[in-house]
């Protein structure tokens, strides 16, 4: 029997994704280790959200900081609603940490409604509902790092901040710097993302199309100058020519099938 090419649908780019990171702070260990991820507190949190509708690509980025009128709870609840919209939801070792920091975070808030959120937090690790992106570039074997990958891609990461200077920072009232940094991250996930789900598909174009509208929008926000990194990293100027191509290649595909359905329609009414 001939083997099916199609290809199981968690391997499809879905038509929403949600990255996210989140930034936090702990008490330190005596032995200078990684504190255990429950004495950690989440005092930031960034997203990047893609939507593609007939192969146009949208983005919206977005980061907050606990400070002012800002809480942990309004960090918990933003999480919450932006999961509950889309159809995939991706992070980088979320899986381990970012996620399980927030569903305790929202339990110490006495936040119980957050359904999306409490999903999340629950995912199976295999069942590729959470694109986890330490675990899906390791096999689910030995991780490493974000900016390990990212390097080896050529996406830019940690430019200017990176986690082990969130404490010294936020001692310092420097939120700010905390939120551009957890939304660089949060926008560094997506690219690889988007790499990851083209490789694994086997479809170039669902990693250009996307990287080149992803330029397209930090080009226009005035909020996101502190992004143009990525409009001129490695990875983005391979896609941009080649996704021009395949916009092309859509857009006569449209017209053809167009035709198509208009011959299709004269021979009938003229049968």
């Excluded at 199309?209 to 080009?219: D, F």
């Excluded at 990194?229 to 990875?235: G, R």
Aim: aromatic share 8%.
């Amino acid at each position: 029997m001939r083997a099916s090419s199609r290809l199981p649908d968690r391997v499809r780019t879905p038509s929403t994704i949600l990255a996210y990171d989140i930034e936090t702070i702990a008490p330190r260990l005596k032995d200078g280790s990684f504190p255990p991820w429950p004495t950690h507190r989440p005092v930031a949190i960034g997203f990047a959200e893609a939507r593609n509708r007939g192969g146009d690509w949208t983005f919206d980025i977005e980061a907050m900081v606990v400070a002012g009128d800002t809480s942990e709870a309004d960090l918990v609840r933003a999480a919450d609603q932006r999961m509950a919209k889309v159809d995939t939801v991706t992070s980088f070792n979320g899986a381990q940490f970012d996620a399980l920091v927030l569903r305790l975070a929202a339990q110490r808030e006495r936040l119980w409604e957050l359904k999306a959120l409490a999903g999340h937090a629950a995912t199976p690790r295999y069942s590729g509902e959470h694109a986890d992106l330490a675990d899906l570039y390791a096999s689910f074997g030995r991780k490493v790092g974000l900016a390990a990958i990212c390097d080896q891609i050529g996406i830019p990461v940690k430019t200017d901040v990176a986690g082990s200077d969130v404490a010294a920072l936020w001692q310092a009232g420097e939120a700010e710097r905390i939120r551009l940094y957890v939304m660089e991250d949060a926008v560094a996930t997506m690219c690889l993302y988007l790499a990851w789900s083209a490789s694994r598909a086997g479809d170039e174009a669902l990693v250009t199309r996307p990287m080149a509208a992803l330029a397209r929008h930090i080009q226009a926000m005035r909020d996101l100058q502190h992004l143009h990194a990525f409009i001129d990293c490695a990875l983005m100027r391979w896609c941009r020519p080649r996704a021009l191509r395949a916009d092309v290649a859509a857009a006569l595909e449209q017209i053809t099938a167009k035709l198509r359905r208009e011959e299709d329609e004269r021979a009938f009414a003229t049968a």
